[in-house]
C-alpha cells in the first residue's frame, strides 16, 4: 500500500490537483475565502484534510525566519496590462506555498517609514516599475527585491523586461514597411522609463528611414483614454497630419480609435493605428488592434522565479532578463491610403 505524503512534504499545488482547482484558488480560499464561491470553498476544504495539507500562516516563522509572503507593488495594481502580470504572480508563487500582498502606491507622498511595519514582515518585493515610495537606490537595507517591466540599470536591480527601444522601433518600421512615411507617436508620461525608451525607439525608425523628425507629430500624456482622444483631435487638426500613429499603450490606441469614430475617420483606410502590450482588449476593439505584445503573464512568472533564487540565497546570473515581445497584426493597419 502507497504511504501518504506527511503533511510537510504535502503543497499547495497537491491540494489544487485534488480539489480539481487552481493553486491561486487554493491560495485566494485560504487568505480571501469570502472572495471564493461556497463550493468551490468546500472543496478545498476536503482536500486539505485529505491530503493533510498544513497551509502558512501570515506570520513569520521564527524558526527559519520566513512569513512566506511577497509583496507586490505598483503606482497603479488596476492597469489593464498588470492584470496578467500579477496573475503570473500569484499563481507562481502559490505553487511555491507564498501568499502575495498587493500595495498600489499612487500617493507618492507615502513615507518609507510608514511601510516599515509591513516591510518587516514580507520575505520579498516585486516591483512592478521603477517608480515606488522606497529608497530603490539603498535597496541593501530592504527585502530581497526584483523588478518587472522596467529597466534601471544604476539600480542594479534583478530585472525582468522586454527590450522596449527596440519593441517601439520595430512597430514603428512595420508601418514604414507597408509604406507609412507620416507616422505620428503618442508617448507615455517622460517619469516612466519605458515611455523614454519607447519614444527613442520611434525616433531611430524615423531617422533610420530618412524621413526627417516632425515635431509636431510628437505628443506625449498619461496611458488613457483620454490622452489618446485628445491627442487625435490635435494630430488631425494639422495641415498634413499623419497617416499613421504609433502609441505607446494599447489605451491610448483604444482612446484614438474611438476618437476617429466620432469625428468620421476611417480605420485602418484613412488612418493606421498601433498599439503597444496587447491587453485583452486589443482583439475585441473595432478594429481590432495591431499591437506589439509583451509577455505579461510570463513577466510576472519569471519575476517570482527569479526572488525565490533570492530568497534561497542563490545568486542571480544576470541583473537584466529580457523576454521576446512580438508584433500582432491585427485590422486596424493598412497600406496608406492613396
Known amino acids: 500500500m502507497k504511504q501518504n505524503n506527511t503533511a510537510a512534504q504535502v503543497t499547495m499545488k497537491d491540494v489544487a490537483?485534488?480539489?480539481g482547482v487552481s493553486t491561486a484558488t487554493v491560495s485566494r480560499a485560504l487568505m480571501m475565502p469570502e472572495k471564493v464561491a461556497h463550493q468551490t470553498r468546500?472543496?478545498?476544504?476536503?482536500?486539505?484534510?485529505?491530503?493533510?495539507?498544513?497551509?502558512?500562516?501570515?506570520s513569520r516563522n521564527h524558526k527559519n525566519n520566513?512569513?512566506?509572503?511577497?509583496?507586490?507593488?505598483?503606482?497603479?495594481?488596476?492597469?489593464?496590462?498588470l492584470t496578467d502580470v500579477i496573475q503570473g504572480i500569484q499563481q507562481t508563487a502559490a505553487e511555491y506555498g507564498y501568499m502575495v500582498l498587493l500595495l498600489g502606491n499612487q500617493q507618492q507622498s507615502i513615507e518609507q517609514a510608514s511601510l516599515s511595519p509591513l516591510l518587516n514582515q514580507v520575505d520579498g518585493i516585486i516591483l512592478l516599475g521603477a517608480n515606488s515610495p522606497l529608497d530603490i537606490h539603498h535597496h541593501d537595507s530592504l527585502p530581497p527585491m526584483v523588478m518587472a517591466n522596467e529597466y534601471l540599470p544604476e539600480l542594479?536591480?534583478?530585472?525582468?523586461?522586454?527590450?522596449?527601444?527596440?519593441?517601439?522601433f520595430n512597430a514603428v518600421n512595420y508601418l514604414q514597411q507597408i509604406g507609412h512615411r507620416r507616422i505620428a507617436c503618442i508617448s507615455g508620461p517622460a517619469h516612466l522609463h519605458l515611455s523614454h525608451y519607447r519614444?527613442?525607439?520611434?525616433?531611430?525608425?524615423?531617422?533610420?528611414?530618412g524621413i526627417a523628425l516632425e515635431k509636431r507629430y510628437m505628443l506625449s500624456g498619461s496611458l488613457t483614454f483620454e490622452t489618446g482622444s485628445t491627442a487625435l483631435t490635435q494630430l488631425m487638426s494639422l495641415p498634413q497630419p499623419p497617416s499613421a500613429i504609433f502609441?505607446?499603450?494599447?489605451?491610448?490606441?483604444?482612446?484614438?480609435?474611438?476618437?476617429?469614430?466620432?469625428?468620421?475617420?476611417?480605420?485602418?483606410?484613412?488612418?493606421?493605428?498601433?498599439?503597444?502590450d496587447d491587453i485583452?482588449?486589443?482583439?475585441?476593439?473595432?478594429?481590432?488592434?495591431?499591437?506589439?505584445?509583451?509577455?505579461?503573464?510570463?513577466?510576472?512568472?519569471?519575476?517570482?522565479?527569479?526572488?525565490?533564487?533570492?530568497?534561497q540565497g542563490c545568486p542571480v546570473k544576470s541583473n537584466s532578463v529580457l523576454l521576446d515581445s512580438e508584433l500582432i497584426v491585427r485590422e486596424s493597419t493598412a497600406k496608406p491610403h492613396s
Open 17 to 19: 490537483n485534488v480539489a
Open 42 to 58: 468546500e472543496k478545498v476544504d476536503n482536500a486539505i484534510q485529505q491530503t493533510g495539507y498544513i497551509p502558512y500562516l501570515p
Open 66 to 81: 520566513q512569513s512566506k509572503i511577497l509583496l507586490v507593488m505598483s503606482l497603479d495594481i488596476t492597469d489593464p496590462f
Open 156 to 168: 542594479k536591480l534583478p530585472t525582468i523586461h522586454i527590450d522596449n527601444l527596440t519593441a517601439a
Open 199 to 209: 519614444l527613442q525607439g520611434y525616433i531611430q525608425a524615423i531617422q533610420r528611414s
Open 247 to 276: 502609441c505607446h499603450s494599447d489605451i491610448m490606441a483604444i482612446g484614438v480609435i474611438h476618437q476617429a469614430k466620432k469625428i468620421g475617420i476611417k480605420i485602418p483606410e484613412e488612418l493606421s493605428i498601433v498599439g503597444f
Open 280 to 311: 485583452a482588449l486589443a482583439q475585441y476593439v473595432d478594429p481590432p488592434l495591431t499591437t506589439m505584445a509583451q509577455p505579461r503573464y510570463n513577466i510576472g512568472h519569471q519575476a517570482v522565479l527569479m526572488l525565490l533564487e533570492l530568497l
